[in-house]
């Protein structure tokens, strides 16, 4: 049995990996060209209006987020200033509560 270090000279299978190397590639250009030559106009069309809705989708959210993030923090400004002016008229709560 011979061990793989003597099964081909040095110059070849620095040869063998380039050619695999190289197949390898092609193969999977090939590929990539296979699938983008097989879709239709109206595939890209709606892979198109995919990308654009879910885009929408997450700028929309993150939109919304900072709004509401603006909005509780209007409210936590609110509240503080409620509490501190119920505290400068005898410490009661709005609504008679102590």
């Given amino acids: 049995m011979q061990d793989d270090s003597s099964a081909h000279p040095p110059g070849r299978t620095a040869a063998l990996l380039a050619v695999g190397s190289a197949a390898s590639k092609t193969s999977h ?3 990539t060209v296979a ?6 106009a109206t595939d890209l ?5 995919l990308a654009v809705a879910l ?15 603006k909005e509780h923090q209007r409210a936590e ?3 503080a200033a409620r509490l501190r002016a119920a ?3 005898g410490g009661t709560a ?3 509560r102590a």
Wanted: charged share 10%.
């Fill in 55 to 69: 885009i929408g989708t997450v700028v929309a959210q993150g939109i919304n987020w900072y709004y509401r993030h």
């Fill in 77 to 79: 400004r609110e509240s």
């Fill in 87 to 89: 505290e400068g008229q």
């Fill in 45 to 49: 069309a709606a892979f198109g209006g």
């Fill in 29 to 31: 250009a090939g590929a």
């Fill in 94 to 96: 709005p609504g008679g």
């Fill in 35 to 40: 699938v983008f030559g097989g879709l239709t």
